[in-house]
């Protein structure tokens, strides 16, 4: 593996953890850094930490606080 793709995988703590559950990305890995791009956006959508992932987290919270408001009124 590249010392570049090594770097970036220990500076992110999602990434490390992705790849010890997910082993087979160590095969693409090796063979080229260019996966590790793609690496990082199928863990991001596993774990939820997209954009769009974002947005929905805080609008479920507005409409939590919502909810909550009108019952206490």
Known sequence: M???ARIAI???PNLKRYLKEHSLWYKYL???PKYLKQMEEVMKK???LTTED???KIGE???LVSSLLSVLK
């Open 30 to 32: 090796n063979r080229s």
């Open 2 to 4: 590249q010392v570049e």
């Open 10 to 12: 220990q500076n992110n």
């Open 61 to 63: 919270s507005i409409n």
């Open 46 to 48: 596993e774990y939820k």
């Open 54 to 56: 974002r947005i929905e």
